[in-house]
């Protein structure tokens, strides 16, 4: 077993090999010139401010690598705020100093549209301002004297403008002629694609007088069945400045549309339903936005109107209720027709909304019409109906003037005696 050695025998042994030291009983002074008494002062603060920090991290229910990555976070955190903030003040100050500074409009080129005729300032000393790539299209212009007919022919586009989140779009064109637009044309939609080819003509009845004081004006859309279609771009042409010697053919890119001559009426979205076997044509008028205001306060008071016309000829009718003061009316009200099957390919639907008036003549507000004799998004809707029966498509349409639906589909007023109905 060890032994253990008394404790005075090796206090002896300890004493005996060193020498005396006399016990410290103050601080040694250092030699870096600072008193004694602020390192007092200091170490038992430090002291304090450790056991008080170990205090607090050991009251959080947390491990110490958890509160620590906290707190980095938290700091790096701090840190990008705050280098943002700087970043933003610095570019305040350099608009600031840009807007201050002179503009020199003779550096600017004269490529600018004019669609810019009042430009951003900050933009104006930068030249001319890059325009949006939104595509080209290829048409067609001819006109036949003889027959006082103008054929505009919309042949393909390219390169268009992505519109949809797939990066792609649904174009469709839609032409008419300026100032007087009685008649508006529209092509067939065809789905994602940026390089639609058409090959479509469409005819306008036209003066030569009035020919040469007319603008033409072609417009390509991005189709969208559940919300307003978006406009992708347009080409105005002069007609009084073509050369009408022959045919014309060109590419050209496609502006910015004009926001000036276009009346906004509205948009209306309705569901049709066609069962073949029970000989039932369902309309279901969900809603309209936007609509064109027709009393003073800025407010209309909507109602929809509904007909039936069968080979051109007025039918049947119904309307919706009216909703008071609103630009934005929803009604979600549905209209069954007995259409037999062999007459569904004789009818024509039009659609109009009017705005009530207790004191007054009613006034319309805009006109759609959709069947054998439409065309554009419309003719498609009713295509989509009779492919899909039984069940119903519901798709938005922009409203037009009474004036232009009524000049294209030229329905015959007078009603025909029974015995001479076509059914």
């Known amino acids: 077993m060890p032994t253990t050695l008394p404790p005075h025998r090796s206090t002896a042994f300890r004493n005996a090999s060193s020498p005396a030291v006399p016990p410290i009983t103050a601080p040694l002074p250092l030699t870096t010139g600072f008193s004694t008494t602020a390192n007092a002062t200091i170490n038992p603060i430090a002291a304090i401010a450790t056991h008080y920090i170990d205090d607090v991290l050991n009251r959080i229910p947390l491990p110490r690598w958890a509160i620590y990555t906290i707190f980095v976070c938290g700091g790096v955190l701090i840190l990008i705020c705050c280098l943002c903030i700087c970043i933003k003040c610095c570019c305040k100050k350099g608009k600031k100093q840009q807007k201050n500074g002179k503009i020199g409009l003779k550096e600017a080129n004269g490529k600018t549209t004019t669609a810019l005729v009042q430009p951003d300032v900050s933009d ?12 080209k299209l290829l048409y067609s212009l001819e006109y036949n004297a003889a027959h006082t007919e103008l054929i505009v022919g919309i042949k393909k586009a390219n390169g268009l403008k992505a519109m949809d989140l797939g990066k792609n779009s649904d174009p469709y064109a839609k032409v008419y002629i300026l100032p007087d637009k009685i008649k508006t044309c529209e092509t067939k939609v065809l789905k994602n694609t940026l390089n639609p080819v058409y090959n479509e003509h469409f005819q306008f009845q036209i003066s030569k007088a009035n020919l040469l004081k007319s603008t033409v004006v072609m417009q390509v859309y991005d ?8 406009i992708i771009g347009e080409i105005r042409l002069e007609l009084g400045k073509a050369d009408w010697n022959h045919v014309m053919e060109e590419w050209q890119d496609l502006a910015e549309p004009a926001k000036f001559e276009d ?9 049709l339903r066609y069962v073949p076997t029970a000989g039932k044509l369902t309309v279901i008028i969900l809603e309209a936005k936007n609509l ?10 909507p109602y929809v109107k509904l ?12 309307k919706t209720s009216v909703k008071k003061k609103t630009l934005d009316p929803y009604y979600n009200e549905s209209f069954t027709f007995d259409v037999a099957f062999d ?4 009818v024509n639907l039009v659609i ?5 008036d207790a004191v007054s003549r009613n006034d319309p507000i805009g006109k759609i019409f959709l069947g054998v004799d439409a065309a554009g998004n419309q003719l498609k809707h009713w295509a989509d ?39």
């Open 124 to 135: 104006v000393g930068y030249g001319a301002t890059k325009q949006e790539e939104r595509g």
């Open 223 to 230: 189709f969208n069945r559940f919300s307003k279609h978006m």
């Open 263 to 271: 009346e906004n009426l509205g948009d209306i979205c309705f569901s």
């Open 292 to 301: 064109k205001s027709m009393d003073t306060g800025g407010n209309s008071d």
């Open 307 to 318: 007909q039936l016309a069968l080979d051109k000829r007025k039918w049947r009718k119904r």
């Open 343 to 346: 007459q569904i390919q004789r």
């Open 352 to 356: 109009s909304v009017w705005d009530h």
């Open 385 to 423: 109906m009779l492919s899909n029966p039984r069940r119903p498509v519901a798709q938005w349409h922009n409203l037009l003037s009474a004036q232009q639906v009524n000049s294209t589909l030229t329905l015959k007023k007078k009603i025909p005696l029974a015995n001479k109905l076509p059914f």
